[in-house]
């Protein structure tokens, strides 16, 4: 099918090859066609193609579909307990130290039949889809078990599937160590290094490998073990890194040229000097460092002065932030990391597919891209951000109209 979006007041495109911008373009109408961007110009030119269906934009302004590029969707329970708790006084650590966190989401995953873990995957991303999120990325982190690793990867998969979703799938077994192995920790890591990840690899299950490097946690010289193995088998690799403290995760991110180095609140200026050397993407997640009641947020106008690319997503997840919506996310990178509305907005589309490895399909609106779009009823893209509960009148997916309010 062909269709001709047209009445657009203005289209918004992040730039493919400067970091941060954003670019209006020429044209008040778009083509799409088998999926993807045809062309972009007036009515006028457009609308003389044969066979196409004519829908409007009713004057809205149009951008492309954001990309969430850091999500930990399926999961079994939520942990609204421990929200409470750190409300009243109790730190992360401590939550964790008591058998809550992280341990708390493997019990119940473990636990969860298939059916229930895609009933609620499928949910929250329709309620991502209803906010603008047309690409995802989706962690598995709450197994730590060879075959509940492997079945967390295969159900993000047959989730996207069903919904029309581009998923991209990332092996997180190194999240914690399980209460199984809290003695004897070495075995563990071989487990991941010797068994999840050839049979992640084997199955097709993993588009990338990340870690939670942090003290306490995986030390940076186990991190570096795991991700090298990754590494070896071809899978790109990213960090949670300086997230809690400054453990060295952003030099370890430049130095294994990861894809990106996600949260950095606590990086210090050699890590912000590493990373930009070795241009890893920071990958910002300003909901978690609110949800969890931390002071310092990452140091995005000291990231993106030392000439470093940033990207933006929700880090969606039971523990540290149930966010769904970029809009909000955006909000509160402009206000706590002090983002303009044009950085905030190319973070959240053009950064997240620079980190998902989409940047040659995803996030922009060129033509040749896939048709992910949204149309908002606002005059300019600075009304995205300043309203935290927005939501797009329409969206496209695949240059399909999956939404109109
Ligand atoms: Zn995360």
New binding site residues.
């Given amino acids: 099918m062909q269709y001709l979006l047209e009445n657009i007041h203005r289209i918004y495109s992040p730039s493919v090859t400067h970091p941060h911008r954003i670019d209006l373009l020429a044209g008040d109408a778009l083509l799409m066609a088998e999926g993807r961007i045809a062309a972009i110009g007036t009515a006028g030119e457009l609308a003389r193609a044969p066979g196409i269906t004519r829908v409007s934009a009713e004057g809205g302004i149009v951008t492309p579909g954001f990309v969430d590029s850091?999500q930990?969707p399926l999961f079994g329970a939520h942990r609204h307990e421990e929200f409470e708790q750190r409300n009243q006084g109790s730190s992360y650590r401590e939550i964790a130290a008591a058998g809550g966190g992280i341990r708390a989401s493997v019990r119940s995953l473990r636990t969860a039949t298939s059916e229930q873990l895609k009933t609620g995957l499928r949910k929250r991303w329709r309620e991502c889809l209803d906010c603008g999120t047309t690409t995802f990325e989706g962690?598995s982190g709450y197994g730590l078990n060879l075959e509940q690793e492997l079945r967390s990867l295969r159900l993000l998969g047959e989730v996207a599937a069903e919904e029309g979703f581009t998923v991209v799938r990332t092996l997180l077994a190194a999240h914690d160590v399980p209460d199984e192995y809290r003695e004897r920790r070495e075995d563990y890591i071989s487990l991941i290094i010797e068994e999840i990840l050839p049979a992640a690899r084997q199955e097709g299950l993993a588009d990338c490998t990340d870690i939670f490097c942090e003290e306490g946690v995986f030390s940076v010289e186990e991190s570096r073990r795991i991700l090298t193995a990754s590494l070896d088998l071809g899978i790109p690799v990213r960090l949670?890194a300086d997230q809690l403290s400054a453990s060295g995760g952003a030099r370890l991110a430049a130095e294994l040229g990861a894809l990106s180095a996600?949260?950095l609140e606590q990086i210090d200026s050699a890590g912000i000097e590493a990373l930009q050397k070795a241009g890893v993407i920071a990958l910002l997640?300003p909901g978690?460092t609110c949800f969890l009641r931390m002071q310092q947020y990452a140091p995005a106008r000291e990231l993106i002065a030392a000439g470093c690319v940033t990207a933006l997503a929700t880090?969606l997840?039971p523990g540290?932030g149930m966010f769904v919506s970029l809009p909000l996310i955006m909000h509160l990178a402009c206000l706590q990391l002090q983002l303009t509305s044009s950085e905030a907005l190319w973070a959240a589309t053009m950064g997240g597919a620079r980190v998902l490895q989409l940047a040659d399909r995803k996030g922009a609106l060129t033509v040749g891209y896939d048709a992910d779009l949204l149309v908002w009823d606002v005059r300019e893209p600075a009304e995205i951000p300043y309203q935290p509960n927005i939501r797009p009148q329409q969206v496209w997916l695949s240059g399909r109209q999956v939404i109109r309010r």
Avoid: I, M, P, R
Wanted: aromatic letters at 0%; hydrophobic letters at 10%; a neutral charge.
């Fill in positions: 850091h930990h962690k949670h996600d949260h997640l978690s880090n997840n540290s």
